[in-house]
């Protein structure tokens, strides 16, 4: 089992002070980097404070690149439907070439309308285009040149530069837990990415499986890459951990709930007392801390972990950050350096 380490940047919690954010960010990658982690992973987040600190994790990654020398340099995600794929490209390969080929992109479509602001023409046909978008950035990323009108209406062919490392870019897809999505990344050999919002364990188990039946049936070999995003923070005392991560998590759900409430009930939502949305939040935190999570110690989450593998994930994506200070994610990263050897054995 791989452990990667994913940030989110909730930029409404008391802890943001967003130039001491990314200091403390580049040392919790360091620290990855030197402790074996697989990846860190960088979302694309636009126009709301909740992941604000990461509109374009290319410029993080390039930054990244220039203080880390083994760690894979993750896109979770490039929302590709916002995006030239050109310019997807030419971005990457930057990034390809500082880190000497370590770069992967995972692709969604994105789900939040108000971030099609940037490409609103885009927004009603997202799930159907990203698929042949998909395969535009493989083949320019593998050198096809690219053919069409310059600006003086003459035809012409061109590359991309610079060049990246790797011939062929890592691509992974996210999804939110659609069996048609997680079905075309198996069929497509790409690699999963998915999390637990709005699906269970249970659930999770039976679309992975889909996934693999796919593969398999596209002619591909092995298991493919599932990487699963969790919330992750680990101690020497599972009690003072709960105590530690309860005002934090609590939070951050609740600064998550006006895009993570579906539309149709958003107005409902808006008109629910603060008590009551407390009391939800309560509840939500129970879930995520005892079944949705690697939060405790080691040795409390390892069979979680040994759970995950038998379904077919092959990553745990550890979002540590999730609205606790830096300086104390820094210090749960050697517990969760102490899990991944635990697991590793």
């Keep these: 089992m791989d452990f990667g380490i994913m940030f989110w940047g909730d930029a409404l919690s008391a802890n943001r002070v967003t130039r001491d954010y990314y200091r403390g960010l580049v040392?919790?990658?360091?620290?990855?980097?030197?402790?074996?982690?697989?990846g860190v992973w960088l979302p694309e987040r636009h126009f709301h404070p909740w992941g604000g600190q990461h509109p374009n994790p290319s410029v993080m990654a390039a930054g990244l690149a220039t203080v880390t020398s083994r760690i894979k340099l993750r896109a979770g995600s490039v929302v590709l439907p916002l995006h030239n794929p050109i310019r997807v490209v030419e971005e990457w390969s930057v990034v390809d070439n500082l880190s000497g080929g370590?770069?992967?992109?995972?692709?969604?479509?994105?789900?939040?309308?108000?971030?099609?602001?940037?490409?609103?023409e885009r927004y009603r046909t997202r799930h159907a285009d990203v698929w042949e978008t998909v395969r535009t950035v493989q083949n320019v990323w593998a050198g096809e040149r690219l053919a069409g009108e310059n600006g003086h209406g003459a035809r012409i062919e061109v590359s991309t530069y610079p060049?990246?490392?790797q011939p062929t870019l890592p691509i992974w897809i996210t999804?939110?837990?659609n069996p048609e999505t997680i079905g075309r990344a198996g069929s497509g050999g790409f690699g999963l990415l998915t999390h637990l919002l709005g699906q269970d364990l249970s659930s999770l188990a039976k679309k992975l499986a889909i996934y693999q039946q796919?593969?398999?049936?596209?002619?591909?070999?092995?298991?493919?890459?599932?990487?699963?995003?969790?919330?992750?923070?680990?101690?020497?005392?599972?009690?003072h951990v709960k105590q530690t991560v309860r005002p934090a998590l609590m939070e951050y759900l609740?600064?998550?709930?006006?895009?993570?409430?579906?539309?149709?009930?958003?107005?409902?939502?808006?008109?629910?007392?603060?008590?009551?949305?407390t009391q939800l939040m309560e509840l939500a935190f129970e879930r995520y801390f005892e079944t949705g999570?690697?939060?405790?110690?080691?040795?409390?989450?390892?069979p979680i972990v040994e759970r995950l593998r038998t379904m077919g994930v092959t990553e745990v994506c550890c979002l540590v950050d999730f609205g606790l200070p830096l300086d104390l994610v820094l210090e749960g990263m050697e517990h969760l350096a102490e899990l991944r050897k635990l697991c590793a054995v």
Excluded: Q, Y
């Excluded at 609740?254 to 939502?269: C, G, H, I, M, Y």
């Design 102 to 120: 370590r770069c992967e992109l995972s692709i969604a479509t994105g789900w939040k309308d108000d971030d099609f602001l940037l490409a609103p």
């Design 293 to 302: 999570s690697l939060m405790g110690t080691p040795a409390s989450c390892k």
């Design 27 to 38: 040392n919790v990658a360091r620290f990855a980097d030197e402790h074996d982690f697989s």
């Design 163 to 165: 060049r990246p490392v």
């Design 254 to 277: 609740l600064n998550s709930a006006d895009l993570t409430v579906p539309r149709e009930k958003r107005a409902e939502w808006e008109r629910t007392d603060a008590r009551t949305k």
């Design 175 to 177: 999804s939110a837990g």
């Design 214 to 239: 796919k593969r398999s049936a596209a002619g591909f070999e092995g298991p493919g890459r599932v990487a699963l995003m969790v919330h992750a923070f680990l101690g020497s005392d599972r009690a």
